[in-house]
Structure formats: C-alpha cells, structure tokens
C-alpha cells in the first residue's frame, strides 16, 4: 500500500531558529496538505497545495510559514523563528483529484516539533 | 466556512459490542465528502471510512458503518463487534480541498 512518508519522525529546536519538516507525498497524488495537532487537541488545517502554488491556508500558517515541493517529489514545510507554541505534531498527507474513486486523505505518521 | 462537531469527548464500550459515535457538521457546499478518521496511540491518521454526498447509501466497511443524515448534517460512526485495538481517538471530518476536523471522541473499548 503506497504510503507517505514525513521526515524527520521528532525534530526540536531552539527557540527562534528555522526548521524544515520533509515530506515525500504518494507519487501519483496531485494535492498535498499539512496539518498540525497541538498534544491532546484538535487536528487543524494549514495549507493545501495543488500544482505548484498554494490553494488555501489557514489563520495559523502567517508569514513564519512557507511550503515547497522543491523537486516534484518532496513537499516541504518550512517554519522560520519557531516559538514556543509551534510545538505539536506535523501531518502530511496527500490525495488524488478530487472526485476520484479513492478520493481521500492519506495522512503521514508525522513529526513531533518541539520547540524548546 | 465548513464546520465539524463531536459532542461525545469520551466514550467506552465492552468488548464485542456496538458503539455509535456522533458527528454534526456544517457547510454551504452541495457536494461534499464526509470522513471517520482514526489515531491510536501511535497518532498515526488512519482512513476509517468516507461517504460522498451525493450518495444516500451509507457507507460500510466491515465492522464500521455510518449513518449519513444529510438534511440533519449528521454523519454518526457505528462500530459492531468492538475490539480491543479499535481503542482510539476518532475524528470526523468534512471536505475536500481543505478537510476539517471535528474535536475528536476518545474511545476505549474494555476487556
């Protein structure tokens, strides 16, 4: 079963620097998400990204924020100056055109940021 | 603006029994797609079962049923035969280029 794979499973910075969270989506999936759950909460919505550019974001993903697919492979998650309640988990996930058959989410198994 | 809401935080079931589980939502689209995710301890989302909108037939999948109410924007998760592994939190979720997620139900399923 074709999976998405994030890298690196946990990450910790320090305050104020940059990280990058990797992911590789399923190879023939043409729209690419990242999520993030804060321990215990909600899962939230950050951006979505479909044919090189971003289609929708949410109040969460500000300026700190960006995200590349650098290589029609990877799908990156950048955060500059990380603060302390960056600190969550990180989902990655992809999907098919929508409408398709198997149309849904195939979600990464994430990566823990902890911002110290 | 789509919207998700569980009500039921927490709930437990005796082993090889049912359990429902419940999701209101709300959204402006016509056509949409509906989703039960489930995060075991590991935290990992995995896909449980989807229903699309258009569609009046509730989906199943083996033990996982739903019972979709599309004029009450209610899309509820029915477990049968609970196990033990089926302990975790469960999320619904609506959307399509965007899915949001419900607050999540945490289950446990005793011995």
């Known amino acids: 079963e074709p999976e998405v794979t994030q890298t690196p499973s946990h990450q910790v910075t320090q305050m104020g620097q940059e990280v990058i969270l990797r992911c590789v989506p399923i190879?023939?999936?043409?729209?690419f998400y990242w999520y993030r759950q804060i321990l215990g909460q909600k899962v939230e919505f950050l951006v979505s990204?479909?044919?090189?550019?971003?289609?929708?974001k949410s109040e969460i993903f500000d300026d700190r924020f960006s995200v590349e697919r650098p290589d029609g492979s990877n799908f990156t998650l950048k955060i500059r100056s990380t603060k302390l309640e960056d600190s969550a988990m990180y989902f990655c996930?992809?999907?098919?055109?929508?409408?398709?058959?198997?149309?849904?989410?195939?979600f990464g198994s994430g990566t823990r940021l902890t911002v110290v | 603006a789509q919207t998700v809401t569980q009500s039921q935080p927490e709930m437990s079931v005796q082993e090889a029994e049912t359990v429902t589980l419940s999701c209101t939502y709300d959204t402006s689209e016509s056509n949409y797609y509906l989703f039960w995710y489930k995060q075991p301890p590991s935290r990992q989302m995995i896909l449980v079962i989807r229903q699309e909108a258009y569609k009046q037939q509730n989906a199943t999948e083996n033990r996982f049923s739903v019972n979709f109410q599309k004029a009450a924007k209610s899309f509820s998760l029915k477990i049968s035969d609970s196990q033990l592994g089926d302990t975790a939190m469960y999320f619904c979720?609506?959307?399509?280029?965007?899915?949001?997620f419900g607050a999540g139900t945490r289950l446990t399923v005793k011995p």
């Open positions: 996930a992809s999907s098919e055109l929508v409408g398709g058959p198997d149309y849904g989410y195939t």
């Open positions: 990204f479909y044919n090189n550019e971003i289609s929708e």
């Open positions: 979720a609506i959307g399509d280029n965007d899915m949001r």
């Open positions: 190879s023939n999936h043409l729209y």
